[in-house]
T-cell receptor, first 112, second 115 residues
Framework: GQQVMQIPQYQHVQEGEDFTTYCNSS?????IQWYKQRPGGHPVFLIQLVKSGEVKKQKRLTFQFGEAKKNSSLHITATQTTDVGTYFC????????????FGQGTTLQVKP | GAGVSQSPSNKVTEKGKDVELRCDPI?????LYWYRQRLGQGLEFLIY????????KSGLPSDRFSAERTGESVSTLTIQRTQQEDSAVYLC?????????????FGDGTRLSIL
């Protein structure tokens, strides 16, 4: 079945350093969404990417969708302690676009 | 309410008992999803509902798991004859409609512990 792999599983950075998490799908995706889950909290929607090669920015966060629509990345510039949490990518396939398959997540720790 | 509401927030029960988890989606959201999240793991899709269409049950791990939804409102997830591996947080989410591009809004989950 469809799988979405995410790496790394954990990342510890010093505050101010950059951070990137990568997401790879075994099949072509219709779209990809990113969510953030703070410790003890529930996932919160960050953004959606739909077009091949699309790049979107939210302040210090940059999201990319690969040309083949099989991979995506989230890059955070100059991390802050408020960035701590687990970042999940979630993809859906054409024809079943409501069903999201989540990656395992990347847990980010930021040392002040 | 303003967000997705789940109850109970915590449930501790003995192995072999049945449990029922409840989800109240955001008003007007036609799509509703259930996920399971084991400690330190990602979200495992269980089932989704869209209006009056047949639900997609492809993620239910065994026939001990079932879910119902009345129209476009409350949903219940039932686990029969619970086992220790059922211990997890069960998350419910809703979205405006079942199509790509709609963000899913999550509840705080029910933390289920099987003794």
């Amino acid at each position: 079945g469809q799988q979405v792999m995410q790496i790394p599983q954990y990342q510890h950075v010093q505050e101010g350093e950059d951070f990137t998490t990568y997401c790879n799908s075994s099949t072509t995706l219709s779209n990809i969404q990113w969510y953030k889950q703070r410790p003890g909290g529930h996932p919160v929607f960050l953004i959606q990417l739909v077009k091949s090669g699309e790049v979107k920015k939210q302040k210090r966060l940059t999201f990319q969708f690969g040309e083949a629509k099989k991979n995506s990345s989230l890059h955070i510039t100059a991390t802050q302690t408020t960035d701590v949490g687990t970042y999940f990518c979630a993809g859906s396939r054409a024809g079943n676009t409501g069903k999201l398959i989540f990656g395992q997540g990347t847990t980010l720790q930021v040392k002040p | 309410g303003a967000g997705v509401s789940q109850s109970p927030s915590n449930k501790v029960t003995e192995k072999g008992k049945d449990v029922e988890l409840r989800c109240d989606p955001i008003s007007g959201h036609t799509a509703l999803y259930w996920y399971r999240q084991r400690l330190g793991q990602g979200l495992e899709f269980l089932i989704y509902f869209q209006g009056n269409s047949a639900p997609d049950k492809s993620g239910l791990p065994s026939d001990r798991f079932s879910a119902e939804r009345t129209g476009e409102s409350v949903s219940t997830l039932t686990i029969q004859r619970t086992q220790q591996e059922d211990s997890a947080v069960y998350l419910c989410a809703s979205s405006l409609e079942l199509r790509g591009g709609q963000p899913q809004h999550f509840g705080d989950g029910t933390r289920l512990s099987i003794l």
